[in-house]
């Protein structure tokens, strides 16, 4: 069995104290959430860092609530309590119906919706979903907190917009109206080869935008354009 290579754990208390490991470790350090993507690469030795920060200890970062004509969802939540969520299931269909399909019941247990986005895998589901919801990530830093829209929070493979020392703390989804729906559907592997999340709105009873997203195997997460359609329409229009 492979093995890591030495490293230096750190059990943070808050996210403050993370922060100030990041800042004290450098490049050195890497967070642990679930740890499903990070620990086997440790095992084969691709990442070898010398001090782990583990976000699991810090409370305050798993929920799932109600505020403000939104729902926030706490970075360390974890795939289950996603998939069983009513709150979740009467306003994003989308979002619980995909984290079902993520992985088996024990990746599902352990692995987080922050850590899922914060990878950034194009293989993965959570970035799909999380964009095609169009959703609001909080992130802290030594700079302070501040929010980044999901459609520029993704850069690209492994990479995002959070800067160093920077932390996923919360993503908000704004709640639609009375008239939208959303779905997730995608092969059925352990790892996204290609999936693809959806919204529409019905804003006339009859005309529907949707807004579509995908993830793909070694591909770049997708951003397709909002597209509008109605009874009749011979094909999908573009809206913006």
């Not at 929070?153 to 917009?161: I, L, N, P, S, W």
Request: with cysteine; charged share 20%.
């Amino acid at each position: 069995m492979s093995v890591p290579a030495a490293f230096d754990y750190h059990a943070a208390k808050s996210v403050d104290e993370a922060i100030a490991l990041l800042q004290q470790y450098g490049d050195d350090a890497k967070l642990l959430a679930g740890g499903h993507s990070l620990l086997p690469t440790m095992k084969l030795r691709l990442a070898q860092p010398a001090h782990l920060v583990d976000l699991g200890k810090i409370s305050g970062l798993s929920y799932i609530r109600q505020e403000s004509g939104a729902v926030e969802v706490g970075a360390m939540t974890t795939y289950t309590t996603i998939q069983h969520s009513q709150l979740l299931h009467h306003h994003f269909a989308l979002l619980p119906e995909g984290t079902a399909l993520i992985g088996d019941q024990q990746v599902r247990n352990r692995g987080t919706i922050g850590g899922g986005i914060a990878h950034s895998d194009p293989a993965a589901d959570m970035p799909g979903i999380v964009l095609a919801l169009k959703a609001d990530i909080l992130v802290r830093g030594p700079n302070g907190a501040r929010s980044i829209q999901a459609d520029d929070f993704f850069k690209g493979m492994f990479e995002t917009a959070l800067q160093p020392n920077e932390i996923v703390t919360e993503i908000r989804f704004a709640i639609p109206h009375a008239h939208t729906g959303s779905a997730y559907t995608k092969l059925k592997q352990s790892f996204s080869l290609r999936g693809r999340g959806v919204r529409g709105s019905s804003y006339t009873g009859w005309k529907w935008h949707l807004h579509c997203r995908q993830c793909c195997h070694n591909r770049s997460i997708g951003k397709s354009q909002p597209r509008q359609w109605g009874r009749g329409s011979p094909r999908w229009e573009e809206t913006g």
